[in-house]
């Protein structure tokens, strides 16, 4: 069984920056492709960024290309979403996801708790 906690999210102001964390319980985080996905208040689940499961190979959403940079470290279990200039769109619900096979999309095994970001006008 894989458990996923988030931390990092907050009150932003456009312009600003976050950082995501999540850590990842379990001996076997290094064989998993991890990804974050969001959801904003009465829109559906967006896929943001994927890491495949040594972090050789990354994917962003467009929406977020740019902006976002996703990493991982296989030694302490965690991984994380820096997010840069930060628009009033960003705003959601950011889940860290986890899967053994590489995603792109919002179907993912293990889900975490999830941690609200906001960022204001």
């Known amino acids: 069984q894989v458990q996923l906690v988030e931390s990092g999210g907050g009150l932003v102001q456009a312009g600003g920056s976050l950082r995501l964390s999540c850590t990842v319980s379990?001996?076997?985080?290094?064989?998993?492709?991890m990804g974050w996905v969001r959801q904003a208040p009465g829109k559906e689940r967006e896929h943001v960024a994927t890491?495949?499961?040594?972090?050789?190979?990354?994917y962003y959403a467009d929406s977020v290309k740019g902006r976002f940079t996703i990493s991982r470290d296989n030694a302490k279990n965690t991984v994380n979403l820096q997010m840069n200039t930060l628009k009033p769109e960003d705003t959601a619900v950011y889940y860290c996801?986890?899967?053994?096979?590489?995603?792109?999309?919002?179907?993912?095994?293990?889900w975490g708790q999830g941690t609200q970001v906001t960022v204001s006008s």
């Open positions: 379990g001996r076997t985080f290094s064989s998993y492709a």
């Open positions: 996801v986890a899967d053994l096979r590489v995603r792109y999309g919002t179907l993912w095994d293990y």
């Open positions: 890491i495949s499961a040594r972090g050789m190979s990354t």
